[in-house]
């Protein structure tokens, strides 16, 4: 078991530009998680995936960021027009479906917006 | 509103004992969870409680008190390697499917 696993692990974008980011659950895992961790903010919620279908995407900035999960394989995190605001580590997290207490997070990917 | 508060930052000595504590509030509690954080690592999850009070499981302890909407982290006989961000987790019941909130995390540094 390889764990969840986030591609990249670094990724610098200039100021308006997109930014994608992968993360691959661990396999039987139902619910899919993104939060984003800064030193001011700590762990933000962003999204909420269960068997692949959008539960709760109450913590994400509806103008520029997106996410999907086309298959329970793996999910995206789409950052349109990126801004030195959006620089953090995002983090996905995976848990089986009633497990929703033990979260098992990726390594992350660290942005910076330059 | 919901919300979890910690202490920034906890100092104590190898051998001896650390408690971080953690307060919430929530419309529907359903359950507390500790997280550790190593620099630069993701979070891992040590514990979970629902029910008030004391949970041991050997190095790692934890506190409920629903009512005072409290909970505390004890580690004892610290090591160095204990060293590590402690996060607090509330999850509530919610129409949107039970996320977990988090707090800041506690960092705690052993010293010899």
């Known amino acids: 078991n390889a764990g969840v696993i986030q591609t990249p692990r670094h990724k610098v974008t200039g100021k308006g530009q997109e930014a994608t980011l992968w993360c691959e659950p661990i396999?039987?895992?139902?619910?899919v998680f993104w939060y984003r961790q800064t030193i001011v903010q700590g762990l933000e919620f962003l999204t909420y995936?269960?068997?692949?279908?959008?539960?709760?995407d109450s913590g994400m900035p509806k103008e520029r960021f997106s996410a999907q999960m086309p298959n329970q394989s793996h999910s995206t995190l789409k950052i349109q027009s990126t801004q030195p605001q959006d620089s953090a580590v995002y983090l996905c997290?995976?848990?089986?479906?009633?497990?929703?207490?033990?979260?098992?997070f990726g390594a992350g990917t660290r942005l910076s917006v330059l | 509103g919901q919300g979890v508060e910690q202490p920034a930052k906890l100092m104590s000595v190898e051998g001896t004992f650390a408690r971080v504590n953690c307060t919430y509030s929530?419309?529907?509690?359903?359950?507390l969870s500790w997280y550790q954080q190593r620099e630069g690592q993701a979070p891992v999850f040590l514990s979970y409680?629902?029910?008030?009070g004391l949970k041991d499981s050997g190095h790692f302890s934890t506190f409920l008190s629903r009512s005072n909407g409290y909970s505390y982290l004890l580690l004892t006989e610290l090591q160095i390697k204990d060293s590590a961000s402690y996060l607090c987790?509330?999850?509530?019941?919610?129409?949107?499917?039970?996320?977990?909130?988090f707090g800041i995390g506690t960092l705690l540094s052993v010293k010899p």
């Open positions: 929530t419309s529907g509690f359903n359950g």
């Open positions: 987790a509330v999850r509530s019941y919610g129409s949107s499917g039970n996320k977990l909130i």
């Open positions: 396999s039987g895992h139902s619910a």
């Open positions: 995936f269960r068997n692949q279908a959008p539960i709760d």
């Open positions: 997290a995976s848990s089986l479906q009633g497990s929703q207490n033990t979260l098992y």
């Open positions: 409680v629902v029910l008030d």
